[in-house]
């Protein structure tokens, strides 16, 4: 994780540069975790709160800041809106329409497993076919991983499905679309899916939870199959070669994930 640094921490003149933009800035409440940048901060202004992110401009992860901030116009009304951009003194920073809420929980029988299906069902609707903006295929993203032809697709996904990437306020918001793709409409499905098993339910569980979403509910079984062996083997290497905590729940549930697919016929969901 990158140095979090605090708003009286950022350069004078930046500062000055996002207060035309928002106004004079009250009170600045930086994010502990949950977003993997340099800063990240709710802003209160005089017009209300904005949700500001970023890092330096050239950093490791100033690709990223870019990539969401030329995603954000085409991405439908369930993703926060970008306000405005700041590039000054080395850095680049978004503001974000302020999005409150909590993340959703996961756990068998908790209420919030309906509005997930309900937004993943949305998504893939809407974000079928892709925007024309410049996304890379998933195909190239897990070249060697799998056959092309059984991810490739025309759905924008999003791609990073953990629950702290959700909102759930009066309703289901997505956020930190840093990471996206455009590849099969069931793509994001699966990686929530994962996330299901993680969280306590059995993998026939899982998928028939993820079955209420059609683009799941419609993909080709050895597709699937092979998605989650994929899985399984990129996140094994992860974990070898770059161990961290969460990471070892996470491939175990996909371990399980892949193992329940082996076992029963793979032809249908």
Not at 159 to 166: E, Y
Not at 180 to 188: E, H, L, S, T, V
Request: net charge neutral.
């Amino acid at each position: 994780m990158p140095r979090r640094h605090h708003w009286d921490d950022l350069p004078l003149a930046l500062r000055g540069e996002i207060e035309r933009h928002t106004g004079e800035i009250r009170q600045a409440e930086s994010l502990p975790d949950g977003a993997s940048c340099e800063f990240a901060a709710t802003l209160h202004t005089a017009a209300g709160r904005v949700f500001c992110k970023g890092g330096l401009a050239d950093g490791p992860s100033g690709w990223l800041y870019r990539k969401e901030a030329r995603i954000n116009p085409w991405l439908p009304n369930a993703v926060p809106r970008l306000r405005w951009t700041v590039e000054r003194d080395g850095w680049l920073l978004s503001g974000f329409e302020h999005a409150p809420g909590r993340h959703p929980r996961l756990e068998p029988g908790s209420p919030d497993l309906a509005p997930v299906a309900d937004l993943l069902s949305a998504l893939a609707r809407e974000l079928t076919p892709c925007p024309p903006v410049e996304v890379q295929p998933f195909t190239d993203r897990w070249r060697g991983l799998i056959a092309p032809e059984l991810v490739d697709g025309d759905t924008l996904l999003h791609t990073d499905m953990t629950p702290r990437n959700f909102l759930l306020s009066d309703r289901l918001r997505l956020v930190d679309w840093s990471a996206p793709c455009r590849g099969a409409a069931w793509i994001d499905t699966a990686f929530l899916l994962v996330r299901l098993v993680r969280a306590g339910h059995s993998p026939a569980a899982a998928e028939r939870w993820a079955a209420r979403i059609p683009a799941f509910a419609e993909a080709d079984g050895e597709a699937v199959t092979a998605f989650a062996d994929a899985l399984v083997r990129l996140w094994d290497r992860m974990q070898r070669t770059s161990p961290a905590l969460h990471r070892g729940p996470l491939l175990d549930a996909a371990r399980q994930w892949h193992a329940h697919r082996l076992i029963r016929q793979p032809a249908s969901i």
